[in-house]
């Protein structure tokens, strides 16, 4: 069953003849590059109950910091849902600005739920970045979808439900007046909801 759903992945990259680069170790300044981006987004909009869902008409994959490949094959259909719809009002909606590519690949894996969702939450930090969003507000992102985003897992209960608006708001403004690692906003979170 992996082997198929990992080929139901993979081939359809492969098959569109898209050439997978590696990553750069590092960048000039010595950092981490945030990853990198194959391929355009090329989608028609669906007529359905979601104004905003809508089909790739071509595969396109986003290259993790450390050469992780996160395909997203032509076919997939995705709405941006996996970006909590509170946050839009400050973030912006899922497929416009510097994380549109982020959202789709974030979707793509939050739907098919392939990966964890804590490495689909992390990815897509680092494919914010890699789309051009500023570091201050990936991390915004990233808070907002680690906080309220789609979780998943075997015997998954969530540790986060009980976790009220008005400690979402403080600790999205702790992010911003911090600036934060995300193993630090992930214990923050962690040991808010232990509260």
Same mark, same amino acid.
């Given at each position: 069953?992996?082997?198929?759903?990992?080929?139901?992945?993979?081939?359809?990259?492969?098959?569109?003849?898209?050439?997978? &680069?590696?990553?750069?170790?590092?960048?000039? %300044? #010595?950092?981490?590059? =945030?990853?990198? +981006?194959?391929?355009? !987004?090329?989608?028609?909009?669906?007529?359905?109950?979601?104004?905003?869902?809508?089909?790739?008409?071509?595969?396109?994959?986003?290259?993790?910091?450390?050469?992780?490949?996160? &395909?997203?094959?032509?076919?997939?259909?995705? %709405? #941006?849902?996996?970006? =909590?719809?509170? +946050?839009?009002?400050? !973030?912006?909606?899922?497929?416009?600005?510097?994380?549109?590519?982020?959202?789709?690949?974030?979707?793509?894996?939050?739907?098919?739920?392939?990966?964890?969702?804590?490495?689909?939450?992390?990815?897509?930090?680092?494919?914010?970045?890699?789309?051009?969003?500023?570091?201050?507000?990936?991390?915004?992102?990233?808070?907002?979808?680690?906080?309220?985003?789609?979780?998943?897992?075997?015997?998954?209960?969530?540790?986060?439900?009980?976790?009220?608006?008005?400690?979402?708001?403080?600790?999205?403004?702790?992010?911003?007046?911090?600036?934060?690692?995300?193993?630090?906003?992930?214990?923050?979170?962690?040991?808010?909801?232990?509260?």
């Amino acid at each position: 069953m992996k082997v198929k759903l990992v080929l139901s992945l993979v081939l359809p990259l492969l098959a569109s003849c898209v050439a997978i &680069p590696e990553v750069p170790a590092s960048a000039e %300044d #010595g950092t981490t590059p =945030p990853g990198m +981006f194959v391929g355009n !987004i090329k989608a028609e909009w669906l007529e359905s109950d979601s104004a905003r869902r809508m089909r790739l008409l071509a595969p396109v994959a986003y290259i993790d910091p450390h050469g992780k490949q996160w &395909p997203v094959p032509e076919g997939a259909e995705v %709405d #941006g849902a996996s970006i =909590p719809r509170a +946050f839009w009002t400050f !973030i912006g909606s899922p497929f416009v600005g510097e994380y549109r590519k982020a959202s789709v690949v974030h979707d793509y894996y939050c739907d098919t739920k392939t990966e964890s969702w804590q490495d689909t939450h992390r990815m897509f930090y680092h494919a914010c970045l890699a789309g051009g969003a500023k570091p201050s507000q990936a991390k915004i992102m990233f808070t907002a979808v680690f906080l309220k985003g789609p979780r998943w897992g075997y015997g998954f209960s969530d540790p986060l439900a009980g976790i009220d608006d008005q400690e979402v708001d403080e600790l999205i403004a702790w992010t911003e007046n911090n600036d934060p690692s995300l193993a630090e906003i992930e214990a923050r979170i962690m040991e808010q909801a232990a509260q």
